[in-house]
Each structure stands twice: as C-alpha cells, then as structure tokens.
C-alpha cells in the first residue's frame, strides 16, 4: 500500500521558519519525482514546490521562491520543505504529493503562521 | 505561466442526473490533465489521469475527455457521495497549476 505521510507543522510567528517532512512507503521512491502542495483555509489547492527523481531538477511557486528549499533523501524514503521569512498568506495544510508518473496524495500538515 | 479555468464554479444536481464540468487552458497543455475530487478535511483523490484515463478502484461512473486547451470531466450519474469540490491540474510544465474548482452538490 502506497503512504505518504507528512509531518511538522505547527504555529510559528510571521517571520518564523518550519521544516516539513515526507516519509514514504509502498514504492519505489527513486522512481518518481516528488511535490508538495497547499491548501489555504476554504481556498483552492495551489501547487508549491517539486524535486525530480534524483535532486537534479527543483522547481517552485512564485509565491514561495527564495523562501522554502526541497529536497529528497532516497536513502530514507523522505522528502521535506524547509519554510523561511513565512508569512500569514502561508497558512495552509501542505500536502506531500508523489508525481508523474502515477500521482498519490498523502494525508497533509497543517502549518499556522499568526502572531 | 498557463492559467487554468473551470467551469462552473458550483452546481447543484439531484441523484442519477448527469453533470458536467469544463476545463480551460490558456496554452495547449496536450494531454497532461489530472481530475481530483475532494471532500472537506479530507486529502484530494485522483480520478482521471492523462485527461481521460481513469485511476484503479475509481467507479466507471467518472470519466474525462479532451486535449490541447480543453477538457470536460462527466459524471454519468450521480451519487450522494459525489458531493464535493473537484479540481483540474496541468501538468506538462511547471508549475503544475490546478483550476480554481467546482463545487458540487446534490438536490
């Protein structure tokens, strides 16, 4: 059975960082490339960040570049999001996403940026 | 960055009508389209994949078509458990931008 299970979110004050983890299992993880994904509070999913297979390709949301960095770890199954400088707009439950070829959803974390 | 619309936005349909929704893309995105159905608190779940292709385990109920700029996801009779939002995704470059989402309810 494919999981994805995500992990450290929390409370942090505006300008706070948060560093998320995926741990995986089910699959072989080199073989896909890996993505988070967020959900504001009674707002649309909005795409954020992906890593290829391997940490050679990485890509992000404008509205997160030059503040959180992805990265991988085949050896243990992971993947995580460092959050940095967040903000209020960055509250969401963030979701860690298996990609192409065959997409699977993890149940997601939940991060709060308030003071 | 392609823009990605749905539509509509919400509808409201009784058991075993068939419904409809539209997505548009501002650029040909060829065939890489997912559909998602989500229900509150819970974790999107893929039901068509490659605009048309449906995903193991998901009723014959749901289906997608079409390629390039638009595509159209059908439910061929509705169920009370197909009460939720559904979501279109690009994915043929980055970003992988979903649809804004359609609301779904029953009568």
Known sequence: EVQLVASGGGLVKPGGSLRLSCEVSGFTFSDYAMNWVRQAPGKGLEWVSAISSFSRHIYYADSVKGRFTISRDNAKNSVSLELNSLRAEDTAVYYCVRGIPKWAWGQGTQVSVSS | ?107
């Not at chain 2, 409201?12 to 893309?25: E, F, P, Y």
């Not at chain 2, 997912?34 to 995903?55: F, M, R, T, V």
């Not at chain 2, 992988?96 to 779904?104: A, E």
Request: glycine share 10%; proline share 7%.
């Open chain 2, 1 to 107: 960055d392609i823009q990605m619309t749905q539509s509509p936005s919400s509808l409201s349909a009784s058991v075993g009508d068939r419904v409809t929704i539209t997505c548009q893309a501002s650029q040909g995105i060829s065939n890489f389209l997912n559909w998602y159905h989500q229900k509150p608190g819970k974790a999107p779940n893929l039901l068509i994949y490659d605009a048309s292709n449906l995903e193991t385990g998901v009723p014959s109920r749901f289906s997608g078509s079409g390629s390039g700029t638009h595509f159209t996801f059908t439910i061929s009779s509705l169920q009370p458990e197909d009460i939720g939002t559904y979501y279109c995704q690009k994915y043929d470059t980055f970003p992988f931008t979903f649809g804004p989402g359609t609301k779904v309810n029953v009568k």
